[in-house]
């Protein structure tokens, strides 16, 4: 489908396809063995220009918007779901520098993200994760400084990153307005990171536990002004949502892609399987649902960039159709593929297990239905 | 420091399929690339110049005028800029009458240090144009270098890949230097890089510019001749063999007793 | 300028021979009538040679050179190439293709020898079919260096005037050749797979792939001398030394400039290799994506040391570094042509068959009969590599009584 990119889009998808498929395609099940952070790549994506895609480009970045880092993310993604996290976390641990920090703030650290220092996002905590008003990590006035204490968990680039946006409670009697924001860099004292998580999927990808131990920050980097913590995740996370939607698109057209192929090269009953109607039928649901996640993600990247206001709901629709088409494509892509499919020697079995992330982070599926609904409702009401 | 890094367009042999009833080869849709070993001349020569922190990378290609594509794509790697030599009484060019073109094509770039190119064109394998132009030139050449272990705008020392290992060379500038894939891993192009490609304006010279003899170019330039162009004899006589591994395996055995032995 | 090449309308039938025969596709049928498309033309003439209505004629050259009397231009040369003062075995392969081509023409062949204190060589020269040996002998030319051997053989070249010059497509080889080819304003064809004279007008006929090596094509120089050629290693077979051969050694000398060199070779660096040199191996056996990983070339090792054989692979196993380039046979690797070639999980992509297609006898080993690997086998067995290579090498240990 012709979805009537700019110039510049085209090149992004080219360049990031072939990333994808000289860069990380060679290496993808390496990452996926090993559970190591791709530094290799993430040097070819910073050299390429590609690190730095949605930052403005008075800070050194590109200049492009929620849309552009969607088809970069989709094509990264196809070649391997875990390792274009990478780029896409380091997106999600940006905006909240992009969308709220300062001019001093955004020229100290955009230009470096830009050239390739990895950035992430830490919010989540053992007891706060789809409940952000749940979180327990403090940070607490002190002269010049703000004390951190408390630990993050699950933090995708957690302990590769040099720069995290870390949402820490200023005053906990207030709920989630008493939480706020901050940049944290990595070597400032009391920072240190926990035990590496050994996860099902997206295994090119590091999640760790990031720990603040008295960690002393500058007031400078306060994010926006003390209670807006809350603001900066959700407003971040409606900018990041059609990224994570993106990958579970790249991650989808590559298990299409891989079955399609197969299903031509497998010969039973002496000719190939995708001969057969009931491969053909999957193969087409496939493309379909495929075809119609990218539709609904680029509708809302693009609603987004034009600044639109009310975008929780789209955001968190491309969200959940993706992820879920993502799910069923990669499961028809292992079913394709027969015994083979199960095999870690077959690419299938890799797609599925990075698929079902997507239907979890960055707001498990049933949150974002819930989203939607309470903004259906309150769009009923204001008729 | 001025470099010019020579490359050439040419089919994508990955690409490039036969046909199993013919067994002639499939064109449709093959993709014209940059020659595989220029792509390693024209990273060496950027990372010359991001060495040097200053100077200019210049490609230059003689082909059709689709050969553009080339230079856009060798200035979106990091080439400051593209010159293509074109022109109808270049066709029918052999090595000698290309190395005569090219190196009058340089002779108008003034004080320049080095002549990159690939140890070889991937569709014509013939290795014969990057000396050529060193000898059109009458400047020095290393060819097959892996290595350049230390430059300055008047010498260079260089390591030249053999059958057993490797020589080092130590010559003046300028010269031309052909380089193997030993030599480095060659980058992806930037975004950036793109952008600029695509409003690069390619300088395009003709046999008029280039003040180039009319007996040397083209044709009448080439001493030699194809004659004759035919199918190779198909391999044929393929036999498969069936049967369980240690069935097969003693069968092949057999048959390939003598020359294993002779 | 007139087009160099052109399609005569009225003679056309619209048959598309032409579009079938010519090897760059640059002809197209419109309106029933063929038509070339001068930026993909290379001038080659297949269709006009094709064309049974002669619809399709090149343009003469132009200010067309009186023919120029060649009758001076005698013998056939073959570079002597030699390292550290041993001449390589490409000069002896050189040698037996050049003795025929001398005896059909009925002109000496002749070797060129140039270095320091090699004038020991020139006897096994003579012996391997040399009628004569011109030697040049200098501290200056111990080892290859660009400058002096191209203006020594050049000059030779240009005192002597053979008609014909054989040179090996080594690294030296290609490094000297084309420049002493441009200097004399000389015909040189790369890696040439055949030569042969033609009888009738004694020129050379060089006979070489092109575009990959799916077409041959056959070069000749008409208008001028020498005629010069390179050969790869392993193409044409060695002279067989006949130690009762006798010939003359022409020592030659030039003045000192002759010898100067502007770039200077500061050392020469040999890395010496554990496995046999695979251009030089009689047998290979070769690994590719289907050995699924580095482990499983130990394998292939096993069964390559029982056939006293080296180790190849393609460029999918180098890719995924299961195995060092040294080791890369194809387009971008080596060429090889041994006598017995074992393509083991090849697959046979293009880049891989043009360096290995000309083995005497090629054996595939591959699951997938669809593989293109096997339109060059000469035997082939679809089926688990993982389960034949390890009987193949039982059954030879046995046949060699290893």
């Known amino acids: 489908m012709d979805y009537l990119l700019t110039e510049e889009q085209k090149m992004i998808k080219d360049l990031c396809r072939q990333i994808a498929e000289e860069k990380i395609k060679p290496v993808a099940a390496e990452y996926d063995e090993k559970n190591e952070f791709p530094w290799d790549i993430v040097k070819v994506m910073a050299e390429s220009d590609i690190m730095g895609i949605y930052i403005p480009e008075e800070y050194g970045g590109m200049g492009g918007g929620v849309m552009d880092l969607a088809i970069a993310t989709e094509e990264l993604s196809w070649g391997c779901g875990g390792i274009s996290l990478a780029f896409a976390a380091s997106g999600l641990g940006t905006f909240p520098i992009i969308l709220f920090g300062n001019e001093e703030q955004k020229k100290k650290y955009l230009p470096r993200i830009a050239s390739g220092t990895i950035a992430a996002f830490a919010l989540t905590e053992a007891e706060a994760g789809s409940d952000a008003g749940g979180i327990k990590t403090t940070a607490v006035k002190d002269g010049d400084h703000y004390i951190l204490n408390g630990t993050k968990q699950w933090i995708t680039n957690g302990g590769e990153a040099e720069v995290y946006s870390v949402v820490a409670m200023t005053d906990r009697k207030k709920g989630a307005r008493g939480a706020s924001a901050f940049i944290v860099e990595k070597d400032m004292p009391g920072v240190s990171f926990g035990k590496k998580e050994d996860k099902l999927g997206i295994r090119g990808s590091a999640t760790r536990e990031v720990i603040f131990t008295d960690c002393r920050v500058p007031k400078e980097n306060l994010l926006g002004r003390e209670g807006l913590g809350f603001i900066v995740a959700m407003k971040t996370f409606d900018h990041s949502r059609p990224g994570v939607a993106a990958q579970a698109v790249g991650i989808a057209q590559r298990a299409l892609d891989e079955a399609v192929k197969y299903a031509h090269e497998r010969r039973q009953f002496g000719t190939t399987i995708s001969s057969f109607q009931g491969v053909q039928f999957m193969l087409a649901d496939m493309a379909i649902q495929t075809e119609a996640a990218r539709a609904i993600v680029y509708s809302a990247a693009r609603m987004i960039d034009s600044g639109a206001k009310d975008i929780a709901k789209v955001s968190a629709m491309c969200k959940t159709f993706a992820s879920d088409t993502a799910m069923k494509v990669t499961t028809d892509a292992v079913q394709v593929f027969g015994g083979y499919g199960y095999m870690k020697e077959y690419p299938a079995e890799k797609l599925m297990r990075d698929a079902k992330i997507t239907q979890i982070y960055e707001g498990t599926n049933q949150i974002q239905r819930g989203v939607i609904a309470s903004a259906l409702i309150k769009e009923s009401l204001a008729k | ?262 | 300028m007139p087009d160099p090449i052109k399609v005569i309308n009225d003679k056309c039938v619209g048959c598309t021979l032409c579009v079938k025969v010519c090897p760059f596709g640059a002809i197209e049928m419109a309106d029933k009538k063929a038509v070339i498309d001068l930026t993909k033309c290379t001038l080659c003439g297949a269709c006009v040679k094709e064309c049974k209505f002669e619809a399709i004629v090149m343009a003469e050259k132009e200010n067309k050179k009186p023919v120029s009397d060649f009758s001076m231009y005698k013998d056939v040369w073959v570079f002597a190439e030699q390292k550290k003062g041993s001449v390589q075995s490409i000069a002896y392969e050189l040698l037996g293709k050049g003795r025929e081509l001398a005896d059909k023409l009925g002109v000496d062949l002749c070797a060129v020898l140039l270095g320091d204190n090699v004038k020991a060589q020139t006897e096994e020269l003579i012996h391997r079919g040399a009628d004569k040996v011109y030697l040049v002998e200098s501290p200056k030319l111990k080892a290859y260096q660009d400058d002096p051997y191209t203006k020594v053989l050049t000059e030779l070249i240009r005192k002597h005037k053979p008609e014909i010059v054989l040179c090996g497509a080594t690294v030296i080889g290609r490094s000297l050749i084309s420049r002493v080819a441009v200097t004399l304003r000389a015909g040189l064809t790369a890696d040439c797979t055949g030569l042969d004279i033609d009888e009738k007008e004694k020129i050379l006929l060089q006979t070489r792939p092109a575009f990959g090596g799916n077409i041959m094509a056959t070069i000749i120089t008409p208008d001028s001398r020498p005629q010069m050629s390179t050969v790869r290693h392993k193409v044409f077979k060695e002279a067989e030394p006949d130690t009762s051969r006798k010939g003359e050694v022409i020592e030659e000398s030039f003045p000192d400039d002759t010898y100067s060199s502007r770039s200077r070779l500061v050392d020469i660096v040999e890395e010496i290799e554990e496995t046999v040199n695979l251009a030089e191996a009689d047998i290979i056996v070769s690994g590719g994506r289907g050995l699924g990983g580095p482990e499983n070339f130990e394998m292939l090792k096993e069964l390559a040391l029982t056939l006293n054989g080296a180790v190849g692979a393609s460029r999918a196993a180098v890719d995924a570094d299961w195995i060092p380039y040294s080791h890369q046979v194809g387009q971008t690797g080596k060429t090889v042509c041994p006598k017995l070639y074992i393509a083991c999980g090849i697959s046979g992509q293009i880049q891989h068959l043009i360096g290995m297609k000309s083995s005497d006898v090629i054996v595939a080993i591959n699951k997938d009969p669809e593989a293109p690997i096997f339109s060059v086998a000469t035997y082939g067995i679809v089926g688990d590599l993982f389960k034949i290579i390890p009987q193949l090498t039982k059954h030879f240990k046995e046949t060699l009584g290893k």
């Open chain 2, 1 to 262: 420091m001025k470099i010019i890094v020579l490359i050439k367009q040419v089919p994508d042999s990955t690409d490039v399929k036969i046909d199993p009833v013919t067994n002639t080869l499939k064109r449709e849709g093959v993709a014209s690339i940059i020659n595989p070993f220029d792509m390693y001349a024209i990273e060496e020569a950027i990372r010359i110049r991001e060495r040097f922190g200053e100077g200019e990378v210049v490609a230059l290609t003689m082909g059709p005028p689709q050969a553009e594509e080339a230079l856009r794509e060798a200035i979106s790697m990091g080439c400051d800029r593209g010159i293509l030599v074109s022109d109808r009484k270049f066709a029918g060019s052999d090595t000698w009458a290309t190395s005569y073109t090219l190196s009058q094509a340089i002779r108008k770039i003034d004080d320049f240090s080095v002549v990159f190119c690939g140890k070889q064109a991937s569709d014509g394998d013939t290795a014969q144009v990057g000396p050529g132009v060193s000898m059109h030139l009458d400047i020095p050449q290393v060819t097959y270098v892996k290595k350049i272990d230390k430059i300055d705008k008047g010498s260079a020392t260089v390591e030249r890949m053999t059958e057993e290992g490797f020589d080092i060379i130590e010559t003046p500038l300028p010269a031309v230097f052909t380089v193997v894939k030993e030599i480095n891993e060659p980058r992806l192009p930037s975004l950036k890089g793109k952008m600029r490609a695509k409003k690069a304006e390619i300088r395009k010279m003709s046999a008029d510019e280039l003040s180039c003899e009319e007996d040397k170019i083209g044709l009448d330039g080439s001493p030699t001749r194809v004659s004759k162009v035919f199918s190779p004899p198909p391999r044929g006589g393929g036999r498969v063999l069936e049967g369980e591994p240690e069935e097969v395996s003693r069968e092949l055995t057999g048959l390939l007793k003598d020359i294993v032995i002779g």
